[in-house]
């Protein structure tokens, strides 16, 4: 399911070669917890800068994990809360990481106040869409990653409501199915509810996945079987690297990149592209 790391880099790099795509949304749902959310956002971001795309990071999540996953400070008044509000303009958050072609809209524990208070304004459930589109224009970005909450809150449905996609990450155990059956009817109710009726599901990626348990094979079996191609081929292995690279800011493929999660983030982020240009009409 992942080949050596030279050789799938290779790969992400071939397909990053074809006309690129216009500037995409992706929106990394769960409203389960724990379940490799904001680990796939992180990596799989930057497995898509190493290819040549040029990537931003919005990470929408109060935690802040996914900032400090890119090495960033969790830092007061550094995240979307003022766009979000109509009080200033996204770009003005924009943060370099380390790593080329990856950019950053860091989040803080105040984004938490956004639950609270942007239920109250007018058009409460498109405020991102608007704060962001501005970032699509032009041929700065290739692709905008929204890492959003544990919940199906307002911050998760403003990224829902702004994305071109829906990537959901699921842990390999019995519980998963439920809450993406749950974020399916929600993603139906997105589109034919007239909030975005261009919001399609990019995929699901199977995360956690322990191959010396029948277990995670099982589940990884009835998966596939329930949304079929939606599923990607890649499947993310549970493995100590991948869990400790967050804690030195880095993503995999810099803390270590011939590990067994390296391999698999960047084979992922081949299918992402391949994927993107499939359902893109006006990819090449």
């Known amino acids: 399911m992942s080949g050596r790391p030279s050789e ?30 904001t680990t796939t956002t992180v990596n799989l971001a930057a497995c898509l800068a190493a290819t040549g795309q040029r990537v931003l990071v ?11 996953g890119l090495g960033l400070e969790k ?15 996204l770009a003005a958050k924009l943060k370099p990481t380390a790593f080329a072609r990856l ?16 239920p109250r304004l007018e058009n409460h ?10 970032l699509r224009q032009g041929t700065e970005r290739d692709l905008i990653l929204l890492d959003c909450p544990p919940s199906l809150g307002i911050l998760t449905l403003n990224a829902l409501a702004a994305a071109d996609f829906l990537l959901v990450p699921l842990q390999c155990e019995y519980y998963a199915l439920e809450g993406v059956s749950m974020l399916s009817r929600l993603l139906k109710q997105i589109q034919e509810g007239g909030t975005n009726p261009r919001l399609r599901l990019l995929g699901v990626v199977m995360t956690m996945f322990d191959g010396r348990t029948r277990l995670s094979q099982q589940v990884v079996g009835e998966v ?7 599923v990607f081929d890649t499947v993310i292995p549970r493995a100590t690297r991948l869990a400790e690279a967050p804690s030195f800011g880095q993503p995999i493929i810099a803390y270590d990149p011939y590990s067994a999660g390296a ?14 240009q499939r359902l893109n009409p006006a990819a090449g």
Not at 8 to 37: F, H
Not at 58 to 68: F, G, H, I, K, Y
Not at 107 to 118: A, P, R, T
Not at 263 to 276: G, I, K, N, P
């Open 103 to 118: 950019e950053m809209i860091p989040s803080e524990l105040d984004l938490c106040g956004v639950e609270v208070e942007l």
């Open 75 to 89: 830092t007061e008044g550094a995240s979307a809360y003022g766009a979000l509000l109509g009080g200033e303009p």
């Open 224 to 230: 596939r079987q329930h949304f079929g191609e939606a």
């Open 58 to 68: 919005l990470d929408l999540d109060p935690q802040a994990n996914a900032t400090s």
């Open 125 to 134: 459930l498109t405020r991102l869409a608007r704060a962001l589109e501005p």
């Open 263 to 276: 391999s698999a983030y960047e084979v992922l982020a081949q299918e992402v592209l391949v994927r993107l």
């Open 8 to 37: 799938s880099l290779e790969l992400c790099r071939a397909v990053a070669l074809n006309p690129r795509v216009p500037t995409n949304v992706i929106a990394v749902a769960n409203q389960k917890g724990g379940v490799g959310k």
